[in-house]
């Protein structure tokens, strides 16, 4: 079946630590998202790919870094800049990151702080 | 940047009943999309608008891209349990190269059997 891994699904980080979420997508697709989510807000825009080997920053890029070195693959590091790291992470891929693209999601990763 | 305000931020209906929800922006959209969100999940894409005026169903969902190109509407008719969730619109415009959407905070929505 063609779709988006995320894994860990639960993930913990001690203070001061970088942490590595992956997101894994068999779909084909060109464009790759990193996505934050807080309890009762929108999604935000964390860093985003349009093809690999470039990433450009979203709205909250600050304390986060990414990788697009495989087509299928688009790794997020929490790293320890982020002081507040607990959060819902969603990452999504579309075929294009043209208007009207629609995204597919994931299934997310907890990450919460020891 | 573009404020997405989606309404009503909750609600706990009886099954059978309809809902409706809604979102209005400050800007122009050519694009709203509206996901459902189970708990712990990522959302899943259940309509896409993509013409002012459009009216799209799926099943017993039915949205609609306001005229104005600011808002959009999301019914569920006969509600469901399965139907409880997280309801999220998302609006997009075309102003250059890159494609950003805009979400709103979500309807979070109780069914009570």
């Known amino acids: 079946d063609g779709g988006i891994t995320q894994s860990p699904k639960y993930l913990f980080r001690k203070e001061g630590q970088n942490v590595t979420l992956s997101c894994e997508q068999n779909?084909?697709?060109?464009?790759m998202y990193w996505y934050r989510q807080d309890p009762g807000q929108g999604l935000r825009l964390i860093y985003y790919s349009q093809i690999v080997n470039d990433f450009q920053k979203g709205d909250i890029a600050e304390g986060y870094s990414v990788s697009r070195e495989k087509k299928e693959s688009f790794p997020l590091t929490v790293t320890s800049a982020q002081k507040n790291p607990t959060a819902f992470y969603l990452c999504?891929?579309?075929?294009?990151?043209?208007?009207?693209?629609?995204?597919?999601f994931g299934s997310g990763t907890q990450l919460s702080v020891l | 940047g573009q404020q997405l305000n989606q309404s009503p931020q909750s609600m706990f209906i009886q099954e059978g009943e309809d809902v409706s929800m809604n979102c209005t922006s400050s800007?122009?959209?050519?694009?709203w999309l509206w996901y459902k969100q189970d708990p712990g999940e990522g959302p899943v894409l259940l309509i896409a608008?993509?013409?002012?005026?459009e009216l799209t169903s799926n099943g017993r969902l039915t949205a609609q891209f306001g005229i104005t190109r600011k808002d959009s509407f999301l019914n569920i008719s006969a509600s469901i349990p399965s139907d409880v969730g997280i309801y999220f619109c998302a609006g997009a415009f075309s102003g250059g190269s890159n494609y950003k959407l805009t979400f709103g905070k979500g309807t979070l929505l109780t069914v009570n059997p």
């Open positions: 999504a891929s579309s075929t294009s990151t043209g208007v009207g693209e629609k995204l597919f």
């Open positions: 608008l993509y013409k002012a005026g």
């Open positions: 800007s122009i959209f050519n694009t």
């Open positions: 779909l084909n697709h060109d464009a």
